[in-house]
């Protein structure tokens, strides 16, 4: 049995809209309705970042997150994959399960550390990568089992978690 981790309420969500980067950076994200990850590589459909050989395969962040961040800087809000991360999701704490094993969809992803917003977050709204630091950020994974996701599928705390 796994040990209970903290923001154990927060164990389920969904996945609200999935997202890869273009082929030129900068340009916007491409939204999909279903991706394919790879266990170790990545997202297959990311050209850019494919098989790059690095823990950093997946990045995601939490839709209710985002909305706050746009009402405490006055924007009416973010369009799905605005804030630049490949899985955007409802429902469900992010960082509260770093240093566990998450099931999204049929993949099993390594959630290991905070995510780093990027310059491209003040270009977006000047004092949006503020906001995104102190667990409010999302969350950097790596692809453990390789599985489809798509946009609705459930994302929970997974039975199988790493040796501690």
């Known amino acids: 049995m796994s040990k209970p981790s903290k923001g154990q309420g927060l164990m389920a969500g969904r996945v609200a809209s999935l ?3 273009p082929a030129k950076s900068g340009t916007p994200l491409t939204p ?3 991706v394919h990850l790879v266990a170790d590589k990545g997202i297959q459909e990311d050209a850019r970042y494919f098989n790059r050989r690095s823990r950093r ?4 962040i939490e839709r209710e997150q985002i909305t706050a961040h746009g009402e405490a800087l006055g ?11 490949n899985i955007e999701t409802t429902g469900i704490n992010l960082v509260a399960l770093i240093g566990q094993r998450v099931q999204v969809g049929e993949a099993l992803l390594d959630f290991y550390a905070p995510r780093t917003p990027c310059h491209q977050m ?14 409010r950020q999302g969350v950097l ?15 929970q705390l997974a039975s199988i978690q790493p040796a501690t």
């Open 141 to 155: 994974a790596q692809v453990v089992r390789s599985g489809a996701v798509r946009v609705g599928d459930a994302i």
């Open 75 to 85: 924007v009416a809000g973010f369009a799905p994959g605005e804030v630049r991360s």
């Open 32 to 34: 999909l309705n279903v």
């Open 19 to 21: 997202h890869i980067h």
């Open 57 to 60: 395969q997946v990045t995601l």
């Open 122 to 135: 003040d270009a977006l709204c000047q004092g949006l990568r503020e906001f995104m630091e102190d667990s």
